[in-house]
């Protein structure tokens, strides 16, 4: 199904205009206090565009200039960016059986997309093929809680027995890491590989899940994960623990369902993070960001923070080098130079009350995805 905008409508424009004021009247205030703001701070962006969504934006990638956007019960929207200041639809899938699309990862060596998407019992992953949108669903997965904290894939490789010809390959793979909010099932690792071979002059393929080294229930004190990062390694992760800090582990095969290194506490309740050797930058709810040094991954180190006055929601974040979005979902979205990681610097604020993520993109871009609104582009200028 196709999504059309006309430019000339008066309801498009009436939009454009909307969101292009977005920054100066809506000054939002913190629930259930207002966020008093440095003094020093000076514009880090200017708005370049946007686009109002089909449904509510929940999560976005990015593959070249394309763009996937979980719009909850509408699907997934895939748009053009190749003119960042001219977003525009390209087109909208939904799933067979309409569920609410949460989520959305890409892996492009694998040729891949995955969807986190909600069902009453159980969560479930689909995978699709990324360059051929109009197919059924590959595969489907379901596990977990149905409502996934968050969900991060990427390439990795191993060696693999193949279910077609019973020999050991060294095969590229896609890893999954997820945090779910049961305790029961927690931290979860899944690693799928594409087993293929020419069978009787056909070329078969099929997705084949290593159910020998899930790590289903990997638990801190019993606390179920709010986010979960990559770290050095495509086992060693770093887990945002909500009230009980952050942790480091490993959930290496030998190690199932996982081993602890090491452990933090932070000033608020550690909800995302982000990790850049050898920092681990997370979004600590009512404490605004907290640095930590991971080095020595045994002996995690608070050795940063950075807050503002009536900070209370603060709850995703991305970070390009040394430019950091801090999203507080009522108060807007601070940008922040990390350039010293132990001195973050206050550059500049996006008011607006409802976004639920930023994040970075092509060359000194980045995306809002705000709540009954859609999709905002910004030029960072720091």
Known sequence: ????????????????????????????????????LPPDGSEAYRVLGSIRTWGDPYDIAFHGNTAYVAENEAGVGVYDFSIPSAPSVVDTFFLADPLPTRGVEIVPEMNAMILNVKRPIGGVVLLRWL??????????????????????AFMRQDTVLSRWDHTYHYVDMMQLLIADPTTDDAIQKRVFYLDSLI??????????????INSDGFTFNSSPPEGIALMDSPDTIAVAMADLGV???????????????????????AMK?????????????????????????????????WD?????????????????????????????DVSDPLHPRYV???????????????????????ENVGLVVLEIDY
């Open 308 to 336: 503002y006055d009536g900070s209370d929601h603060v709850d995703q974040l991305d970070l390009d080098d040394y430019r950091l979005m801090l999203v507080d979902q009522y108060d807007g979205v601070f940008f922040l």
């Open 273 to 305: 993070l982000r990790y850049q050797a050898p920092y681990i930058f997370v979004a600590d709810g009512n404490a605004g960001l907290a640095v930590i040094d991971a080095g020595n991954i045994e002996q995690l180190e608070l050795v940063a923070s």
């Open 247 to 269: 942790c480091a582990g490993s959930v290496h095969r030998r190690h199932s369902p996982g081993v602890w290194l090491g452990h933090v506490d932070t000033p608020g309740e």
């Open 131 to 152: 360059d051929s949108l109009e197919t059924q669903v590959i595969t489907t997965y379901q596990w977990g809680s149905s409502i996934e904290n968050d969900l991060h």
């Open 199 to 212: 069978e009787d002059g056909q070329f078969q393929r099929r997705w084949m899940i290593l159910n020998d």
């Open 348 to 370: 500049g604020t996006y008011e607006v009350r409802g976004c639920r993520m930023a994040k970075f993109f092509g060359d000194n871009l980045a995306v809002l995805l705000i």
């Open 1 to 36: 199904m196709s999504l059309q905008q006309n430019p000339c409508s008066v309801y498009y424009r009436f939009f454009i205009l909307l969101v292009s004021l977005l920054p100066v009247f809506m000054i939002s205030c913190g629930d259930p206090e207002t966020a008093s």
